[in-house]
């Protein structure tokens, strides 16, 4: 599966942006669909995830009741509805898939999209 994120940009704090993962290929009901996020000199870490059976999702407790992740497996679409957004949301965002069942580690996920930029300003 091909992954290409989109959405980013700039937003005030408190703001709202929707990130969007648009997939290629059939399979895209078959994975596990996840969101992460990279600040600069930090380490890739989890943001949220949504299963590839009856939908359940995961979430950091940084970003948990503020960010909603869904999947439309019809559109074969992942999104990412970030509100109340705070500075240190800033990051580069990627979606990825994954095969693994109900993993948060980044090295479970085989596939990954370019990232896309968030600037949340104070």
């Known amino acids: 599966v091909q992954l290409q994120a989109s959405g980013g940009g700039l937003v005030q704090a408190g703001g709202s942006l929707r990130l969007s993962c648009a997939a290629s290929g059939r399979t895209f009901s078959s994975f596990d669909m996840g969101w992460f996020r990279q600040a600069p000199g930090k380490e890739r870490e989890f943001v949220a995830a949504?299963?590839?059976?009856?939908?359940?999702?995961d979430y950091a407790d940084s970003v948990k009741g503020r960010f909603t992740i869904s999947r439309d497996n019809a559109k074969i679409t992942l999104y990412l509805q970030m509100n109340s957004l705070k500075p240190e949301d800033t990051a580069v965002y990627y979606c990825?898939?994954?095969?693994?069942?109900?993993?948060?580690?980044?090295?479970?996920?085989?596939?990954w999209g370019q990232g896309t930029q968030v600037t949340v300003s104070s």
């Open positions: 949504v299963r590839r059976r009856g939908g359940g999702t």
């Open positions: 990825a898939a994954t095969l693994a069942y109900g993993s948060r580690w980044p090295a479970d996920f085989g596939f």
